[in-house]
């Protein structure tokens, strides 16, 4: 009787963490510290096939404008934690092509 009801509490205890999870693309991530986490792209210029449109966005995202015109980009966003049980972190990584002449400034 006793197993029977540990079993039941645990049994519970699974359900109601299991409907604390958000669904929707939450995948396990392995960092350069040997970190293990979850995230969720939030942001990938992946889904976007148009170059301009990935330039466009990019720009207001860094909020200024380049010193240089940017040929090519590359951007995605991760978001570490999901602001319900805690914090969220966000990771953003880009990569742009300018002209090598534009590079010193």
Same mark, same amino acid.
């Given at each position: 009787? =006793?197993? !029977? =009801?540990? !079993?039941?509490?645990?049994?519970?205890? *699974?359900?109601? !963490?299991?409907?604390?999870? %958000?669904?929707?693309?939450? $995948?396990?991530?392995?960092?350069? +510290?040997?970190?293990?986490?979850?995230? %969720?792209?939030? !942001?990938?210029?992946?889904?976007? $096939?148009?170059?301009?449109?990935? *330039?466009?966005?990019? %720009?207001? *995202?860094? =909020?200024?404008?380049?010193? +240089?015109?940017?040929?090519?980009? $590359?951007? *995605?966003?991760?978001?570490?934690?999901?602001?319900?049980?805690?914090?969220?972190?966000?990771?953003?990584?880009?990569?742009?092509?300018?002209?090598? =002449?534009?590079?010193? %400034?």
């Amino acid at each position: 009787m =006793r197993q !029977l =009801r540990k !079993l039941i509490i645990l049994a519970i205890l *699974i359900l109601v !963490l299991m409907g604390c999870i %958000k669904e929707g693309g939450w $995948q396990k991530s392995f960092d350069n +510290s040997s970190n293990v986490g979850w995230h %969720k792209t939030t !942001l990938d210029s992946s889904n976007t $096939q148009n170059p301009t449109e990935k *330039i466009a966005v990019l %720009k207001e *995202i860094m =909020r200024v404008e380049p010193l +240089s015109k940017i040929f090519y980009v $590359q951007y *995605i966003e991760y978001q570490m934690g999901d602001n319900f049980l805690g914090p969220s972190d966000y990771r953003f990584y880009a990569k742009f092509v300018v002209e090598q =002449r534009d590079i010193i %400034k």
